[in-house]
C-alpha cells in the first residue's frame, strides 16, 4: 500500500481481508515517504471522533460486525488492535526515486498519484506494474486512471467506475518505458 498515510486504508482492508478469513494468510506492505505518517499507521491509534466517523463508514459498506469489535478505545482515542497489523510490514519508501518494493497481488495506491506529474505518475504506475503478478489488481482513487499513461497498455479494466484495474501483460510494461 503505498502512500499509506495515517493508516485508514490499511485498517480498512486488513479487517475486509479478517472478516473473509484471509488475514492470517496474507502479508500487507504499508509504505509511506513521511515518517510521522508511517509511525501514526504503525501505532493504529485515532482521535474518537474520527473513528465515529470510520464506523459510519464501516456500517455503510456493509460490515459484518461494529467496527468496535476492531478496537479498544480509552482517553478520547481508539487503538486497533495489534492483530489487524500483525502481518504488515511498515516502511519507508518514495515512489520517485526507489525500486520496485515486492512481488503483490494488490496495489492499493488511493490519491497519491494526483499530487504528482504526469512523468512521476508514469513512473510509479510503471513499478506498480513491475510489482504485480500477472492477473495482480491495482486499486486507483476516484481521480485517478490509467487512461492516459504509458502503462495502461499492461493492465486491463477490472472495474474502470471503482478505479480497479487488472494486470495482464509484462511484455506491454517492458515496450511502454
Known amino acids: 500500500m503505498p502512500g499509506c498515510a495515517n493508516g485508514e486504508e490499511l485498517y480498512s482492508l486488513a479487517i475486509l481481508f479478517a472478516e473473509e478469513g484471509l488475514l492470517d494468510r496474507t502479508m500487507f506492505y504499508a509504505t509511506e515517504i513521511n515518517r510521522r505518517a508511517l509511525s501514526k499507521a504503525s501505532a493504529g491509534i485515532y482521535e474518537t471522533g474520527r473513528v465515529q466517523k470510520f464506523s459510519e463508514n464501516y456500517r455503510a459498506a456493509g460490515g459484518k460486525t461494529t467496527l468496535s469489535d476492531y478496537y479498544t478505545a480509552a482517553y478520547r482515542g481508539a487503538a486497533f488492535h495489534r492483530h489487524l497489523r500483525q502481518r504488515t510490514l511498515f516502511s519507508e519508501h518514495d515512489l520517485a526515486t526507489d525500486q520496485v518494493f515486492s512481488e503483490m497481488h494488490l496495489i492499493s495506491c488511493r490519491n497519491v498519484l494526483i499530487y504528482f506529474d504526469e512523468t512521476l505518475q ?56
Open 122 to 177: 508514469n513512473r510509479a504506475l510503471g513499478l506498480f506494474a513491475e510489482s504485480l503478478v500477472r492477473g495482480g489488481f491495482l486499486g486507483l482513487g476516484s481521480h485517478e486512471t490509467l487512461r492516459f499513461s504509458k502503462i495502461k497498455p499492461a493492465f486491463s479494466a477490472h472495474d474502470e467506475g471503482e478505479r480497479i484495474w487488472r494486470r495482464t501483460n509484462i511484455e506491454k510494461i517492458e515496450n511502454a518505458q
